[in-house]
């Protein structure tokens, strides 16, 4: 059974970083991409980052270039995403997911009907 578990949400003021992580379990194949998505309340999902497993391509929304950083450790199978310059924009329940095979091309990562599986989400909330 495939399971996703975000941690390292938290409160924290403007300008500073966390780090969220996303433990991966249950795969028995490499072909799979994991995404970050966000969702505030009373609005729509909307995906922050993505990486594939199987060979390293990376995707950012662009009110996220540069200000966030995401990143895998194949040894712990976890998913990172280092957040800096935190705004309070950044506010939302923050989600992990995965899409199974990981799809090509560069339309498809921040689609939430292309991933299969999600996690439990974790809180990220930024005081002005």
């Known amino acids: 059974e495939v399971q996703l578990v975000e941690s390292g949400g938290g409160l924290v003021q403007a300008g500073g970083s966390l780090r969220l992580s996303c433990a991966v379990s249950?795969?028995?194949?490499?072909?799979?991409?994991i995404g970050w998505f966000r969702q505030a309340p009373g609005k729509e999902r909307d995906g922050v980052s993505c990486?594939?497993?199987?060979?390293?391509?990376?995707y950012y929304a662009d009110s996220v270039k540069g200000r966030f950083t995401i990143s895998s450790d194949s040894a712990k199978d976890t998913v990172y995403l280092q957040m800096n310059t935190l705004k309070p924009e950044d506010t939302a329940v923050y989600y992990c997911?995965?899409?199974?095979?990981?799809?090509?091309?560069?339309?498809?990562?921040?689609?939430?009907?292309?991933?299969?599986?999600w996690g439990q989400g974790t809180q990220v909330s930024v005081s002005s």
């Open positions: 990486i594939t497993r199987s060979d390293g391509r990376i």
């Open positions: 249950g795969f028995t194949w490499d072909d799979y991409a």
């Open positions: 997911a995965a899409a199974t095979p990981a799809p090509y091309g560069s339309s498809w990562w921040d689609v939430v009907n292309e991933y299969d599986y």
